[in-house]
């Protein structure tokens, strides 16, 4: 399917054996950062409380992460390109809302079956598009015309519901979030297959591989024959499908679709893509950073609570942390400019 | 980028001109159907947003009372931005030249001046819901600001606190969560469970988070502590029911929904829905359809003199309003009532549960 096989040097987390030279292990130990991050985060919070080491705790985080996750791989893609998507709040409340209102629920009589996940999946899709439309038809920045489509999706989730929250009663629909397989609710099972799918797209199809190629260089990309509109176009797509699963999950979650079902999701998902290792400059990163990155975020919250840690710091603590975790992951020795 | 790319699709100019036009046309389409027609007062209510089912309700009861006396209703929002709040009102001010009755839950306490310096200067009535700075009376501004009302918070804060306390048995730990730590209701508020702790010395607080208001924030939280106390947890209080919301979905992915107390505030929809379930135990109803319009019906009355509000005494001009502690035993009244909210507009302080306390 692909003709580029070769692993770009410049991913975080190598996918490919190699060497063990010196200069190697160097460029190993950064690529890896993330995951030290992790694991040191995991060590520290668990030698003051052994409850986080928990199975029951364990998958309390892996519930609280499925949304977040599902959200920040969407955004992956985008970041990749070098661009950015300011939408995902919007995108997410009308995907909620398109579920709440098909299922069984306290604001109409519709009862459809489950097949409305498909629905609320394109609704993403066709919002994400329009963000790749307008960024490239009209040649706005991306920073602007996703902010812009995020104000509109979230404006069509205020007036379709004229404020209001609704409720949602379909137990079909509710038991994502509560029938558990092996212990995992089957909305982490769902996060889990949308990485799955991530990981997929991103290694394995061409437009994976350009959208690494574009954001680390589009004008060789161009002049190598990528169609660097049209993967534009199909990664803003692709981005919001992943915010349309979220979607679903926050409703099965917390059971109503509101047009702020989602507010502080875009901040959490922006800082775990870039915790994981992936440049805001775009042209490396993949999913399995994304996810680190997010177990970062979650475990540092529910860290927090665990120890005690006063209210007021936390959010200190937050900042630090990032900052850590992105110098480790990051190299800049070769960047002359930062931006 | 390519020559080949600026040559396809709209290009910018002619997007913008088409853009203006359009602009244009919906302006000049709703210049139109606001009629401001002269000697006829105008009402309107200044608040947050019309995202969130609180200010809904709101502006919905000013609605109905606008069309109760038969006169034109703008609502302004401010989207959480004193400079367009500010702004939106004074050059409605301008438009009606002064002709308005004026009813504004100010974004931010420093707001309430300016807005009724600016209301007093162009003649028009102006009454402020919740938010105002402490020395800023509408006895200074006779008669132009009729009213402020409030709601205890402290002391609602710890009749939910009650409430929970009672559904527990009067003993155990307890968790409570918090709005955003500088808010004014959310200080308040946790006052009112503090003052309740002191009256249950059998009840521990286990443990103080904040979640900003967000049942998104409250739902980690839950789930750390069910980890850190588990089975000492014997309830949980929230500062306000989206966030009880939370914890009670966070209770439900593991099978205990229902079988702790918590308890909210605000009498939201869902909070009531959840009382009658038996996963809320207690929430309080403000009713926001009845604070949106008997603000304006107090401005009206005072603008047309039917009100003389020099005379009246302070605490009808400053009050706490009395609201609705909801719990099993009212909760389908206050449903029946937020389903088909109707209130005596002309029984303007029935309400009045004292004047404000400045603590």
Known sequence: MSKLTAAPTRQAVSTTTTGLGFTSMHSLLQRFAPLLVLLALGL????????????????????????????????????????IDL?????????????SMLVENSYNDNHHGLWVLA??????????FANGMLHVFLRIPSFIATLAVGFVATGIGTAWLSGNTIRVSDTALRSIAITRYVGLPLSVWIGLLALAIAWFVHRHTL?????????????LARLNGVRVRRVRIAIFALAGAFYGVAGILAVAQYGQGHALIADGQLFVAITAIVVGGTSLAGGNGSPLNTLIGTLIVVVLGNGMVLLGVPPYVQQGIQGVLIIVAVTLALNRSHRRIVK | MSKQDQHTGVSRRDFIKLGAGAAFAAVGGGMSGLSFGAGQTTLACSFRSLTNPYYTAFNKGAQNFAKSVGLPYVPLTTEGSSEKGIADIRALLQKTGGNLVLNVDPN??????????????????VTTIWNKPKDLHPWDFNPNYVAHMSFDGVAYGESTATELFKAMGG????????????????I???????????????????????????????FPIMQAWMTRFNSKIKGVWAANDDMALGAIEALRAEGLAGQLPVSGMDGTQPGLAAIKAGELVTTVDWDPYWLGGIGLSMGLQAQQKKLQVASLPKDQRESFCKATLVNKSNVQTVMARATAPNADWNNLYARVAGPVVYR
């Open chain 1, 44 to 83: 520290c919070i668990g030698a003051f409380n052994h409850d986080f080491f928990d199975p029951m705790n364990l998958a309390r985080i892996a519930v609280s992460a499925a949304i977040p996750l599902t959200i920040a791989l969407g955004g992956t893609f985008v970041i990749q390109l070098g661009s």
């Open chain 1, 87 to 99: 939408s995902a709040e919007g995108i997410v409340a009308v995907s909620a809302i398109t579920v």
């Open chain 1, 119 to 128: 629905v609320a999946i394109a609704a993403g899709t066709a919002l994400g």
């Open chain 1, 207 to 219: 437009l994976g591989r350009h959208a690494l190629a574009v954001g680390g260089g589009e004008d």
């Open chain 2, 108 to 125: 931010d306490s420093a707001d309430a001046r300016v807005i009724v310096e600016a209301c007093s200067k162009a003649g028009a009535y």
């Open chain 2, 171 to 186: 003993k155990g730990g307890v968790v409570a969560i918090g709005g955003i730590f500088s808010n004014v209701p959310a």
């Open chain 2, 188 to 218: 308040e508020r946790k006052a009112g469970l503090m003052a309740a702790l002191k009256k249950f010395p059998d009840i521990q607080l286990l443990d103080f988070q904040v979640a900003d208001w967000d049942s998104q924030k409250a």
